[in-house]
């Protein structure tokens, strides 16, 4: 019962270090989508893919960029973290568009 | 702009008794309506939703009420349970502001049952 994995779970990264967050699914869902969330801001969508071949940017996709590299693997990459990036990050995956999505546990990641 | 509000940050209920968590919304593209239940250190989860044909929905211990024309809907727990303890997450699915159907969330309620 894997469900969405989300690698790593904590992450401490310098400003201006690039890395990459990891998501899989293995509930042959079509759309993933990645949300950062911020003490008092709820959830904020950054980037999602509709299908596989397709992204599109959220509300907050400056600083970002994603990559839908197969049906089950959609990732994250900051180039050059800043400390405005300091979050809790969360993929998400549904088959349904916007209807019930299905979340990964979280990576936890601070820019100093 | 925010599309989804959850007013009330923090809501402390006495284990037995109801717990009644509320969201305002203020897009009228909004047609489906849904609540995440998340604990500390895990990925939200789905609780329970609502479409816009419908003005209640109940499963289990856990109702939702949507009042289209006063753009509201609240969440009913009863009883109320320790374990229920979490932050809830308002969600209401439609065409943005921006243009693009999304998937928009409330800033959360933190619910604490009490036994």
């Known amino acids: 019962n894997a469900g969405v994995t989300q690698t790593p779970k904590f992450q401490v990264l310098k400003t201006g270090q690039s890395m990459t967050l990891q998501c899989a699914q293995d509930?042959?869902?079509?759309?993933m989508y990645w949300y950062r969330q911020d003490p008092g801001m709820g959830l904020r969508l950054i980037y999602y893919s509709a299908s596989e071949g397709t992204t599109d940017k959220g509300e907050v996709p400056n600083g970002y960029n994603v990559s839908r590299l197969n049906k089950r693997e959609f990732s994250l990459r900051l180039e050059s973290a800043a400390p405005s990036q300091t979050s809790v990050y969360f993929c998400?995956?549904?088959?349904?568009?916007?209807?019930?999505?299905?979340f990964g546990s979280g990576t936890q990641l601070s820019v100093l | 702009d925010q599309q989804v509000k959850q007013n009330s940050p923090s809501l402390s209920v006495q284990e037995g008794r109801i717990s009644i968590l509320n969201c305002d919304y203020t897009n009228s593209m909004f047609d489906y309506f849904l609540w995440y239940k998340k604990y500390p250190a895990e990925g939200p989860t789905f609780l329970i939703s609502?479409?816009?044909?419908?003005d209640k929905n109940e499963d289990g211990r856990f109702t939702v009420f949507l009042n289209k024309s006063a753009k509201h809907l609240s969440l009913h727990i009863v009883p109320s349970q320790p374990g229920d303890s979490a932050v809830y997450f308002c969600?209401?699915?439609?065409?943005?502001?921006?243009?693009?159907?999304?998937?928009?969330f409330g800033k959360g309620t933190k619910l604490s049952v009490i036994p």
């Open positions: 509930m042959n869902h079509n759309s």
């Open positions: 969600a209401a699915s439609g065409l943005s502001g921006a243009g693009s159907y999304q998937l928009t």
């Open positions: 609502i479409s816009s044909i419908k």
């Open positions: 998400a995956s549904s088959n349904r568009g916007w209807e019930k999505l299905f």
